[in-house]
Structures are given as C-alpha cells and as structure tokens.
C-alpha cells in the first residue's frame, strides 16, 4: 500500500506529501525520538503526537514511509518546511495511534 492509498482510505490530511507512492510495509508506535531513531522500521509509517523538527531528522534517519500526526498533532512550520526539503510524508488524522495501527494492519493483511 502506498502512503497515498492509505491516506485517502485513511481520510486523513496530507501536511507534506513529496513521495506519495512511497510504499508503507509496516507500522511503529512511539514518541521518545531516540528510541524510534534505533527501532522504526525502514518503510514503516510513524504513528506519533511529535511534530517538530527532530522528527523529521528522525524520519530520514529511520527511512519511514510516512509520520503520521495522531489526534490532530500539530505540526509546527519549521518541521514542515524540513520536511518538504527532506521528502518526508506527514499526515494527520484525529484517530488516535491504536485506532489507525489496527485499521492499517487490517489494510495490509
């Protein structure tokens, strides 16, 4: 599934959106960056409440699909601007992480 057909079957807002067809195989859960940076697998979409700009280092270092901005996580204009240098996917959705890693899992079965 690409970050885009989730997205859309997902309903949620696409913050920054440079690699769309990015194919997401996974999901990680969490929101102390350093134990994500070591843990988040490669094409993974990170399902967080963080939305700074060390996310975004985060993101590229742990290669992920997609950040995904969980009960409607804010996500501040230095971070985004970062990202869209970076080709980072973020995303927003109101669900909270457990809703959309279930709905996901179920996407990817």
């Not at 939305?51 to 290669?63: E, F, P, Q, R």
């Amino acid at each position: 599934m690409t970050v885009q057909e989730f997205a859309e079957q997902m309903n949620m807002k696409v913050l920054t959106g440079d690699e769309p067809e990015r194919e997401i195989t996974g999901c990680y859960i969490g929101d102390l960056l350093s134990w994500v940076m070591g843990r988040a697998p490669a094409d993974s979409a990170w399902l967080t409440v963080m939305g700074n700009i060390n996310s975004i280092a985060v993101a590229t270092l742990a290669d992920v699909s997609c950040i995904v901005l969980v009960e409607n996580a804010t996500l501040d204009e230095n971070a985004r601007q970062k990202a869209e240098i970076h080709g980072v996917n973020i995303l927003s959705t109101p669900e909270t992480s457990y809703q959309v890693a279930v709905k996901l899992s179920q996407m990817l079965a």
